[in-house]
């Protein structure tokens, strides 16, 4: 089957996923590179300006910024719901773009509207980052979606994990016709992937096999080694921790197709798993927060959501670290996204406008969040789901 076969039926089922139309979809290698060709255009059609997001969130959802060529200013996060909390948004006439960013998978409708009503005051386009959520839009009250450009991943660990693949909504009712029309432009004029992106593609899975078998000392040389000859793609290149996009923006090649699709066929059965998991940890947890032993974002225990994490905020680093170690020493998987800021760190703080040590006294919120954030894992068993439930509720009732 041609590629552009498989790209219409991929781009079919997520619009008949999210009841959009198919025509308003763009599909790109990857989630990073997508936001870059959209900032891009708004910033060719608007000047430059400001991007206001969250630190907390990976570097590649940050780079994009600076290669667009616009500046980046952080903004707090909500504890409530892990995105931009609208009352502390930095709004000003040089602000370009606002990012709604569902961390974990997490919605809230009425903070979701005042964060896209607060940016469209100013005239600021609203980009959502849907990196956790793939095929899920922010809706107003009536159903309609919020954003202005919906950014969709479907990379390594996310809730579609197709390895590589994006898939971008361009609303068709953006108030500026000529800002969007500038966009979809730029989407539909991206180049295909070339033969040594496709070849990295398909040989992704044997790659991280091979290396994982292989002891350290030879392991990272060759690892490095392969990211330099374009041979291997990694989740989060060096370079991309010092605030640049590894690779130009291109359409997804045949094996990338392929692998989304395959994605897309499990989301239902993924999905599923991670609702069960999620309404797990709110029965069992939801009395620890109320009695001031865990901070919860209310969105996670608000109406279940497939979430792709269920996130628990303890009150330092080392208590969240010494909780990771807990679940992991009885066999489940756990995994520390959110720590340190800009996941999974910089290795130059200052590329992304930090002082050198990436201190975050200034976005207070975000600073406890990062510091104590522990992100179970949903995709598992209900009986897993469960131990990891009572491993928790141990650890924190013994204090």
């Known amino acids: 089957?041609?590629?552009?076969?498989?790209?219409?039926?991929?781009?079919?089922?997520?619009?008949?996923?999210?009841?959009?139309?198919?025509?308003?979809?763009?599909?790109?290698?990857?989630?990073?590179?997508?936001?870059?060709?959209v900032l891009r255009a708004l910033r060719e059609a608007r000047g430059h300006g400001e991007v206001a997001t969250q630190l907390l969130t990976c570097c590649t959802a940050v780079d994009p910024i600076y290669a667009a060529g616009l500046a980046v200013r952080y903004a707090d996060v909500s504890p409530d719901t892990l995105a931009l909390d609208a009352e502390q948004l930095p709004l000003g006439a040089d602000t370009r773009a606002v990012v709604l960013q569902h961390t974990f998978g997490l919605f809230d409708q009425e903070a979701d509207a005042a964060l896209v009503a607060r940016a469209h005051s100013?005239?600021?386009?609203?980009?959502?980052?849907?990196?956790?959520?793939?095929?899920?839009?922010s809706r107003d009250a009536s159903g309609a979606p919020l954003a202005d450009v919906s950014v969709h991943s479907f990379g390594i660990q996310k809730m579609a994990p197709a390895g590589f693949g994006a898939a971008v909504w361009v609303n068709p009712s953006m108030e500026d016709v000529g800002l969007?029309?500038?966009?979809?432009?730029?989407?539909?004029?991206?180049?295909?992937?070339?033969?040594?992106?496709?070849?990295?593609?398909?040989?992704?899975?044997?790659?991280?096999?091979?290396?994982?078998?292989?002891?350290?000392?030879?392991?990272?040389?060759?690892?490095?080694?392969?990211?330099?000859?374009?041979?291997?793609?990694?989740?989060?290149?060096?370079?991309?921790?010092?605030?640049?996009?590894?690779?130009?923006?291109?359409?997804?090649?045949?094996?990338t197709l392929a692998c989304m699709r395959e994605g897309l066929d499990g989301l239902d059965a993924r999905e599923g798993e991670c609702l069960e998991a999620t309404r797990i940890y709110a029965k069992a947890f939801a009395p620890l927060a109320q009695g001031g032993l865990v901070s919860i974002p209310k969105a996670a225990l608000g109406q279940p959501r497939p979430l792709m994490r269920f996130p628990l905020v303890l009150d330092s680093q080392q208590r969240a670290d010494a909780l990771v170690e807990a679940i992991e020493a009885k066999g489940?998987?756990?995994?520390?996204?959110?720590?340190?800021?800009?996941?999974?760190?910089?290795?130059?703080?200052?590329?992304?406008?930090?002082?050198?040590?990436?201190?975050?006294?200034?976005w207070p919120h975000t600073q406890g969040v990062v510091q104590g954030i522990v992100p179970l894992y949903n995709a598992v068993p209900a009986d897993e789901a469960h131990l990891v439930a009572q491993i928790v509720t141990s650890f924190l009732e013994e204090g």
Not at 1 to 9: C, L, T
Not at 333 to 360: K, N, V
Request: glycine content about 6%.
């Open 122 to 137: 100013v005239g600021a386009l609203v980009l959502e980052d849907c990196a956790h959520c793939a095929c899920h839009l």
């Open 1 to 37: 089957m041609a590629s552009d076969e498989r790209a219409q039926r991929v781009l079919a089922e997520i619009a008949r996923r999210t009841g959009t139309d198919a025509r308003d979809w763009h599909l790109v290698f990857r989630a990073r590179h997508a936001m870059a060709v």
């Open 180 to 255: 969007r029309d500038a966009i979809v432009a730029a989407l539909q004029s991206l180049p295909a992937a070339d033969d040594r992106l496709e070849r990295a593609v398909k040989g992704y899975d044997l790659l991280i096999r091979v290396l994982l078998h292989l002891p350290m000392a030879i392991r990272k040389p060759l690892r490095n080694l392969l990211v330099r000859r374009r041979a291997f793609i990694p989740a989060v290149a060096d370079e991309e921790r010092r605030g640049i996009v590894s690779y130009d923006a291109t359409l997804p090649g045949g094996s």
């Open 332 to 362: 489940c998987y756990c995994d520390s996204w959110g720590r340190p800021a800009l996941y999974p760190g910089a290795l130059d703080w200052t590329a992304y406008g930090l002082s050198a040590d990436g201190e975050l006294s200034r």
